[in-house]
């Protein structure tokens, strides 16, 4: 196995991106076929691809420059859709702090729902150098950007060819399900969770537009968290040991 | 329907998406690199974040895979039974997406 001489968080993260693949492919496929349909230029299909590189938004945006919607509607669209990435960016900002502003940059230029789960999930499970922090999440969010571009590209040039009812893009919910089966370790953590959830889930049924299901739940379920965290203050958790 | 407008609208709609979804991803990134400790109420919040985002964006494709809340016949709930048992047990991201799909697969094709 080449993977044995490289580096081991490298290695690792290969590992860990490699299965979130099977549900990214068929999502960045759609992303160009829907794009070049839309009536957008090929290099333009790319251009969103690259310069955004956010698929929820890359989506909601060629349908809305398909129908025409006013401009100012269409960059709003999008911008409310990727709000959510300000929860990432906080979550993960501890673990970039000591990087050089230039590895700032780049780390979130690449920031994705998948790269911050798996890292922030990864750095949980064991204390890692700078180094190797900034190793393991480059692997992840650069394997994903470089698919997300060749995916583009093809689904441009082909278009988006794989049969809906193999469920391929059900392998990204179970991605974030299997990181909340450990993630979710703690009574408050499991308030999060379950608020978290709950919220999302009503969102989705009630249709919320923009995504906004999502974000209401990440932030009822982190208010959740902290008001179980304060008020169960079971001896011997460390996460609620300083005293006011 | 293709659009009908002007590929300079396009670049403009591209390059205004990009700056402000960069300025979002870096927020915090770098806001915190200008702070010389982060306060420890901040800290304890953000211990939630994970939870609490990854079961918001994980839950609705379980509970309510066709936009509604659905129980029986959900196959995506079964999948997604089978695969927190395996995540439970074997603690393995690959693992768990291969036990959910197979289970999807063997419910929607009997293989």
């Not at chain 1, 969103?48 to 349908?63: P, R």
């Not at chain 1, 709003?76 to 709000?83: E, F, K, M, Q």
């Not at chain 1, 059900?170 to 299997?178: G, M």
């Amino acid at each position: 196995m080449p993977t044995r001489r490289l580096p081991a968080e490298i290695a690792r993260g290969l590992r860990d991106v490699a299965p979130l693949l099977i549900g990214i492919i068929p999502f960045g496929l759609v992303a160009g076929a829907a794009a070049v349909e839309a009536g957008l230029r090929p290099l333009q299909a790319i251009g969103l691809s690259v310069v955004v590189f956010a698929g929820a938004s890359q989506l909601a945006v060629i349908d809305l420059l398909g129908q025409n919607a006013a401009l100012s509607i269409v960059v709003i669209t999008g911008v409310v859709i990727n709000l959510r990435i300000l929860m990432y960016s906080a979550s993960i900002a501890p673990s970039f702090q000591s990087f050089r502003p230039r590895w700032k940059a780049i780390t979130a230029y690449i920031l994705t729902d998948q790269a911050y789960a798996l890292s922030i999930s990864r750095y949980a499970e064991k204390e890692l150098s700078k180094t190797e922090r900034r190793r393991y999440y480059l692997t992840v969010a650069l394997t994903l950007w470089i698919v997300w571009q060749i995916c583009t590209i093809v689904g441009i040039i082909i278009g988006a060819r794989v049969p809906d009812e193999w469920g391929l893009g059900f392998a990204v919910p179970l991605v974030f399900l299997s990181l909340l089966v450990p993630a979710a370790a703690s009574r408050p953590a499991i308030a999060a969770a379950l608020v978290g959830g709950v919220v999302s889930t009503v969102g989705t049924i009630y249709n919320f537009p923009l995504n906004l299901g999502l974000i209401t739940g990440g932030a009822t379920g982190v208010v959740a968290g902290v008001v179980v965290d304060t008020y169960t203050n079971t001896p011997g958790q460390s996460s609620s040991e300083t005293n006011h | 329907m293709p659009t009908e407008y002007t590929s300079l609208a396009v670049w403009i709609v591209i390059l205004a998406l990009g700056v402000a979804t960069f300025t979002i991803r870096i927020s915090f990134i770098s806001l915190f690199g200008l702070l010389e400790n982060v306060p420890d109420r901040v800290t304890r919040g953000l211990q939630f974040v994970p939870p609490a985002v990854f079961a918001a964006l994980a839950a609705p494709a379980f509970i309510a895979p066709s936009g509604h809340i659905e129980f029986i016949g959900n196959e995506q709930l079964i999948a997604g039974i089978t695969a927190t048992a395996i995540a439970w047990y074997v603690d393995d991201v690959f693992a768990t997406i291969i036990a959910g799909m197979l289970t999807l697969w063997i419910l929607r094709f009997g293989i």
